[in-house]
Every structure is written in structure tokens, then in C-alpha cells.
């Protein structure tokens, strides 16, 4: 540290208690904080699905489902879409057959009334982005299941982004649904039992916080942005990331087994080797590792997931024989080499892979979680698959 940044955090712990303004957003008891689900989009689909439903134990009714009807009327109208349900009749028309799926044919929310032949597909976007055709691949299946049906797509953004397909699906922003919810709790205050208020009071505070960004928050972090630029800068350049972390945590968890060595690493991919492996397979690799390893096992830190694959590396062209014997017992004991490719390919074969960590545990950033997952995992692959592994791969002597 030079004389110039010592400085500048000085400076920034003298007035520290500017940071007293983010109390009342930061420091107050949240459930959704404390079971990190805060930033997982699975886990606000879910809480969705459940205001949407009138036969769940909100106390809220159809009240919240209904004034979702009408947002869905009312929009429908505006952009000159054919919902043909008018704001009247989603405001009398009997809710109490809706009937709410998750994930059916993997749309986030679907409502549907067999009596008012309506149907509602719902799609959540928080943290993601829209996948190409996806908005059309629902599109399609929802016509196609429900041919008479009146049909409402809902495209859900914190900020109302608009879908790609804007002829048949309608936008709408987090801040609409948190004023539903909250003219719902008002109309049904007397019936709402008193933890699900404090649960509800929670989920509106996190919506602020979170998702829709808060006026009040913007400005005091603005504020202390503007006078500690420097040093907050600073700050986040020297903080370790996530795929560090994520790193160091693997491989504190591997040094815990003796048969296990680890090999050359770099963030997202962190390979190792068994002993009982390297005792078999020689030291022939070429433009991999500086090991010479041409079998390893490496945890994959992408796209927003880690997969433990068990990799065959390139060799030199006079040993080609034994990645042949190694993809053949591989082949011959497929119920233990999950995962395995078809095809011997030239340079980088997968042998094996199994799922470690999914994205909503990664999304949700809990470095503890997803420490603890992890040594469960590492703990029953130590003691099964690496095991049964290590055995196959004895047989080449």
C-alpha cells in the first residue's frame, strides 16, 4: 500500500459513519437475508406463485390475484392486444377454481381457470436474461395446450423491460406487483394473520432493497459513492471475488483426503489426481498441464454452476494407445463414468461428470452454503465414485 491510498482510506474510516444511513436498509432482520434467497429468481417465482394462489394461507384471498387480472386486462387494452377479458369482468369473475403450476414445461408461473377458460403464463426475470426463443417456445406450447382458452403473457422485469416479442406478451415491472401486494394487504389487513403481515412486510422490504432499487437507497449510496469515490474503488478492486474464494475453498476441502494431489489450477478449473491413478497411468500428456498428467479430474467453475468432470488430456502421438484402454473401460463401466462423451475426441475427452452446485445456489452468493454443499459432495464422491474410479482404472495394469 503507498503513501496515497493509505491516505484515502484514512480518510474514508474518519467519516465511516456515514455509513449510519444504510442501517435502516442493511441491519434490520429479514428471513429472505437469512436464508440467502434474496437474489435467487426460483425463489421469488416461487413466493409469486404462492400471492397468486387464493387457496394459500396469505389471508390475502383472491385479492392479489385479482388485481393481477385486472393489470393483465388493463395493459392488454392499452397495447390493443385481444385478452378480451375487460377490467369489469377480471374484477367479478369467480377466482376460485385458478389453479397455480410452477415450472410446467418450465414456465416460471401458469394460472389457469377451467371455468373462466383463462389462462396466465408467467415469465421471471430478475438476475437473468431472456433466452433466444424462449418467450416463443411458451408461446406455442400454452396455444397448443389450451386452444379456447383467453391467454395473458406476462413478461416480469424489475424495470418493465420490454420482451422480444412484444405483439403477444406485456411487460410489467416489480414496482407494479409491489403495489398490488401492498393494496391487498391493505383491503385484507383484518384477515392476514399477524406472522404472515411480518412475512409479507419482509418480502416488500427485500422487493425495495433488492430488485426495484429504492429511491431513498439510491441516493444516500450516491451520496457516500460521491465523497469516498477513491476509496470504495479501492476497496472493491483489492476485494477477493467470488471464483477465488470459490478456489481456495475446494481446494482446502480436497487437502483433507490423503489420496488426493492436486495439479496445476487456474480460478474456474481446479484439477487433481488420485494416487491409486497416478500409480497406473504414465506421464505422457503433451500441451496440457506441465505435470504431463493426461488424467484428471477438474471441478468447472462455469456458467454459473461447478461440475466435477473427470478429464482425458491430449498425449503425445506414439502413446494414443492408452487414452484408447482409458476410453474403453470408461466405456465398458458406464454406470459409474457418468456423464461420458461418446467419442474419443483428439485433444480433451470428458470421462465422467456429475452436477456440484447448481446456479440458484451459486446466484444465491453464499459462500458458506455453497462451502458446506460442497464438502458434502466432495465427502460422498471421495467415498463412492472415486473409489469405484480408481478400481476401473487398476485394470490397465
Not at 71 to 87: G, L
Amino acid at each position: 500500500m503507498n503513501n496515497e491510498q493509505k491516505k484515502i482510506l484514512e480518510e474514508f474510516l474518519l467519516d465511516i459513519d456515514i455509513l449510519d444511513k444504510l442501517d435502516g436498509y442493511m441491519n434490520k432482520f429479514n428471513v429472505f437475508d437469512v436464508l440467502k434467497i434474496s437474489k435467487m429468481e426460483i425463489r421469488h417465482s416461487n413466493m409469486l406463485a404462492w400471492l397468486l394462489n387464493p387457496k394459500e394461507t396469505h389471508g390475502l384471498g383472491d385479492t392479489f390475484l385479482r388485481k393481477f387480472l385486472q393489470h393483465c386486462a388493463k395493459s392488454y387494452n392499452t397495447q390493443n392486444n385481444d385478452f378480451k377479458i375487460d377490467i369489469i369482468k377480471a374484477s367479478l369473475m369467480d377466482c376460485d377454481d385458478f389453479l397455480v403450476s410452477r415450472e410446467w414445461n418450465n414456465i416460471d408461473v401458469l394460472l389457469v381457470s377451467s371455468s373462466n377458460k383463462i389462462v396466465i403464463c408467467l415469465e421471471n426475470k430478475i438476475f437473468s436474461k431472456e433466452s433466444k426463443h424462449q418467450l416463443k417456445k411458451y408461446l406455442d406450447i400454452v396455444n397448443k395446450r389450451y386452444p379456447d382458452y383467453k391467454k395473458a403473457f406476462i413478461f416480469l422485469t424489475p424495470e418493465g423491460d420490454m420482451p422480444s416479442d412484444e405483439e403477444n406478451w406485456i411487460s410489467v415491472n416489480y414496482s407494479e406487483v409491489l403495489s398490488m401486494l401492498e393494496s391487498s394487504m391493505e383491503l385484507k389487513k383484518e384477515y392476514i394473520n399477524p406472522s404472515v403481515e411480518i412475512f409479507l412486510e419482509q418480502y416488500k422490504h427485500m422487493i425495495r432493497r433488492d430488485i426495484i432499487m429504492d429511491e431513498e437507497l439510491v441516493a444516500i449510496c450516491t451520496e457516500i459513492y460521491n465523497k469516498h469515490q477513491k476509496a470504495l474503488d479501492l476497496i472493491y478492486e483489492y476485494k477477493q471475488d467470488n471464483d477465488m474464494q470459490i478456489k481456495k475453498i475446494i481446494e482446502d476441502i480436497l487437502a483433507k483426503y490423503d489420496d488426493i494431489e492436486m495439479d496445476h489450477s487456474v480460478k474456474t478449473s481446479i484439477r487433481f489426481y488420485t494416487k491409486t491413478i497416478d500409480n497406473v497411468i504414465p506421464k505422457c500428456g503433451e500441451s496440457w498441464t506441465k505435470s504431463n498428467r493426461i488424467l484428471l479430474y477438474e471441478f468447472q467453475n462455469k456458467g454459473g454452476k461447478i461440475v466435477l468432470k473427470l478429464i482425458l488430456g491430449p498425449v503425445k502421438d506414439n502413446d494414443s494407445d492408452i487414452r484408447e484402454r482409458i476410453f474403453e473401460l470408461a466405456n465398458e463401466n458406464k454406470n459409474i463414468f457418468k456423464g461420458k462423451v461418446n467419442k474419443l475426441t483428439p485433444k480433451y475427452t470428458q470421462i465422467y461428470a456429475v452436477p456440484v452446485i447448481s446456479k440458484e445456489v451459486m446466484e444465491g452468493g453464499d459462500m458458506e452454503a455453497i462451502g458446506n454443499d460442497i464438502d458434502t459432495f466432495v465427502s460422498r464422491f471421495v467415498n463412492e465414485d472415486m473409489k469405484k474410479v480408481d478400481d476401473i482404472i487398476k485394470g490397465l495394469l
